[in-house]
């Protein structure tokens, strides 16, 4: 009951802990709890949040009066006296309002709640008009923020204090600054104020206060509150009371997360800390897992990061130590080179529980070793945090699949194994599925997070020499398909038909037709200072392309798994001078490269891993980089008249696949366009469904691990 705890005259948030040693104890004692809030949307936000199962789960009922923001005109009206708001302008006063509410990242959880708990009855909401004749003391009522707790026994605990009305997050304490405390069994003038300020808010309830007027929510208002409340409140409180603890617990030095980040962190926790975030290159990942592994450690626990490349390896020790630099976290290297995990046997005592802030940081080829997976000890409180964690789908890597983590959290803008099933199936059954929502590269550039970008993609024609070869092996594509059909055979591992398209597939990727564009594209398009990468699918198809820009006055850089001299000193020529980056496939995952901003794609991958990763290289923010380009070598064989009304060409189909999400997410509509043509000409689908699309046209996930 009430009564059973002692109240100090006065808090202070300077000076007291308000949440802990008011607010959440008289809300889980009372049966009943009045509020008079400022404006509506200071009410969402006046609510003990932490303690509001407790008080629902009991019968408690909540009354709240508080005022709608009118536009201009309608606050002219009132403070003129010209005339009273109709129940339609009131209720369109409140929607305008609810709408702010809900389309603020931090408000819209705390406005679907309490609209969920009015149409649930929890909570019962009356609008107050204060006009400008209201007395003083009515006007003081709204300003300072009177409550209200009342228990079964029939005792009250009065307050009256100023709120943050600035803060628009949660807060445990109702985001009050300074409260007066008055108990009704104190007796002589705290008695007396519990009974003035019970009977003020009855009168006012009952609209029996001249000069303030108090209305019930009208019916168009209410049906929009109906919508806002249709989710689970309770779901949405723990969620956002996730959220709240997620913000509360980042030190107040550390960078900010940005509220897609704190949503994921809370998804995770309340998800008993497992699962994989699907979110964009470039929208900080890495942050996000780093800011887990600090709740881990803070527990007492340990954490293990696996990477699939030795560059990642350097890059997340460098990241790890400058974000945990407050609780100077030891850290042992594995892999590329790194043995001293093996020769002093460190691995056990690294990974067992413990006081100090340990995490190891393995490659995966090294990771999926008997030497490294038999030193790990058995620890109840493990995190497994994966990079590019799509990875641990291949066979190779399925091993680390049996780390007995109870822990997990998995990082990929692409999770799903492109054409392979299994690999996907395993993957998301050891994390326990993608947590929701996707944060989306739309979302990123919504958010300006990652720079927009144009598209220009470049239709490249086969030779008549390539185009004949192609024919034919379609051809053969076909008679197998239909043979595979015939037989009733659904092995999607058929390897005649397998190697058949991949020879195909080879067609389009090596065609001399890009070796051209690039040229082109290169030498109309560079100017001295900028940073470019081009892709491309081959060691001999760099070659040919260095030499061929080179032929016309223009020098490269380079950059493969198999170079001479450093990588990463090519990297920071490229960063500090600018220049041409020609690469093949190793800057497809996790290389943080800000400032480059032009792309050339000949690399003809319809692997969305691939193909996504390569756009986001060039997406991440850079000063004065506020638009990045993207040029894409498009390869289209000769339209086949015999296959227009069937589908068109699968292989072109899972191009334009590709095609279509750079250009559905570029700035440029007129990418959409070009796209489009392309597609009716060649009797492909508009929008080809990737799901539709076989083996041979969506190219499968097929890596191995490696340094």
């Not at 850290?331 to 006081?355: A, F, K, M, S």
């Not at 192609?470 to 595979?484: N, Q, S, W």
């Not at 001399?512 to 198809?541: F, M, N, T």
Request: with cysteine; net charge negative; proline share 5%.
């Amino acid at each position: 009951m009430l009564r059973d705890r002692d109240y100090a005259p006065s808090y202070d948030k300077g000076i007291d802990n308000i949440a802990e040693d008011f607010y959440l104890p008289c809300m889980r004692s009372a049966s009943t709890y009045d509020r008079i809030s400022g404006y509506f949307s200071s009410a969402i936000f006046s609510i003990a949040w932490p303690a509001l199962k407790d008080f629902v789960n009991a019968g408690g009922k909540m009354r709240l009066i508080c005022s709608p923001v009118f536009s201009a005109g309608d606050a002219g009206a009132l403070r003129d006296g010209y005339a009273a708001l109709t129940d339609d302008e009131l209720a369109e006063a409140l929607i305008s309002e609810l709408r702010v509410l809900l389309d603020g990242d931090k408000s819209r959880k705390p406005a679907q709640i309490l609209s969920g708990l009015i149409v649930a009855g929890v909570v019962d909401v009356k609008l107050a008009i204060v006009s400008e004749t209201a007395s003083a003391g009515d006007r003081r009522l709204f300003h300072d923020k009177v409550g209200l707790f009342a228990d079964k026994a029939g005792d009250v605990v009065g307050f009256r204090g100023s709120m943050n009305e600035t803060f628009l997050g949660l807060a445990a304490d109702g985001n009050l600054e300074s409260i007066d405390v008055f108990p009704s069994w104190s007796g002589g003038r705290d008695t007396e104020r519990v009974v003035a300020a019970r009977e003020r808010f009855e009168e006012l309830w009952n609209n029996k206060v001249s000069a303030v007027h108090v209305r019930s929510i009208p019916e168009g208002a209410l049906a929009e509150i109906r919508l806002a409340g249709r989710e689970d409140w309770e779901v949405l409180v723990d969620e956002a009371l996730a959220e709240a603890s997620v913000r509360a617990h980042t030190p107040p030095n550390a960078r900010p997360l940005r509220d897609h980040q704190v949503q994921a962190l809370a998804t995770w926790e309340l998800h008993g800390r497992r699962g994989l975030l699907e979110h964009a290159t470039g929208s900080g990942k890495t942050y996000t897992a780093i800011q887990a592994m600090r709740t881990v450690l803070d527990d007492g626990g340990s954490v293990i990061v696996l990477v699939p490349s030795a560059l990642l390896l350097s890059q997340w020790s460098t990241e790890i130590a400058t974000h945990l630099a407050d609780i100077m976290p030891r850290i042992l290297l594995v892999g590329d080179g790194n043995d001293e995990w093996r020769h002093d046997d460190l691995l056990r005592p690294w990974t067992t529980e413990t006081t100090g802030a340990r995490i190891v940081i393995a490659t995966l080829s090294t990771a999926a070793t008997d030497a490294f997976m038999t030193r790990i000890a058995k620890n109840s409180k493990m995190l497994v945090v994966a990079d590019e964690a799509h990875r641990l789908g291949s066979p190779i890597a399925q091993r680390l699949l049996q780390l007995d983590a109870p822990w997990r959290l998995g990082l990929s803008a692409t999770p799903e194994r492109a054409g392979d099933p299994e690999g996907t199936e395993k993957l998301l059954g050891y994390f326990e599925g993608i947590l929701p929502p996707p944060y989306t590269l739309t979302d990123a550039i919504r958010d300006r997070i990652l720079t927009p970008y144009n598209y220009l993609p470049h239709p490249v024609e086969l030779e008549p020499a390539e185009q004949a070869r192609y024919d034919d092996l379609t051809r053969k594509v076909r008679r197998e398909a239909g043979r595979r059909s015939r037989t009733a055979t659904d092995a999607p591992d058929n390897d005649r038909l397998r190697m058949l398209a991949i020879a195909r597939a080879r067609i389009l990727k090596q065609a001399r037709g890009k070796l051209e564009l690039a040229v082109r594209v290169i030498v109309e398009h560079y100017q001295p200072g900028q940073r470019w990468l081009v892709y491309c699918d081959s060691a001999q198809q760099l070659s040919d392309v260095r030499q061929a820009i080179g032929a016309n006055g223009l020098d490269t850089l380079e950059y493969h798994s198999s170079m001479a001299g450093n990588r990463s000193a090519t990297l920071a020529e490229l960063e500090i001078n600018g220049g041409i980056l020609v690469s093949v496939r190793c800057l497809d995952e996790g290389i943080d490269l800000p400032a480059v901003s032009h792309a050339l794609i000949l690399a003809s991958s319809r692997n969305p891993r691939e193909f996504i990763q390569r756009r986001g290289r060039i997406l991440r923010r850079y000063p004065g980089k506020t638009l990045a380009f993207l040029h894409d070598a498009v390869v289209v064989p000769a339209p086949d008249p015999d296959n227009l009304s069937a589908g068109g060409d699968q292989l072109l189909a899972g191009e334009l696949h590709r095609v279509f999400e750079f250009a559905g997410g570029a700035a440029n509509p007129q990418a959409l366009t070009q796209i489009e043509t392309l597609c009716i000409r060649y009797g492909v689908p508009i929008q080809p469904d990737s799901r539709s699309l076989s083996a041979t046209g969506v190219e499968i996930d097929e890596e191995d691990v490696d340094d």
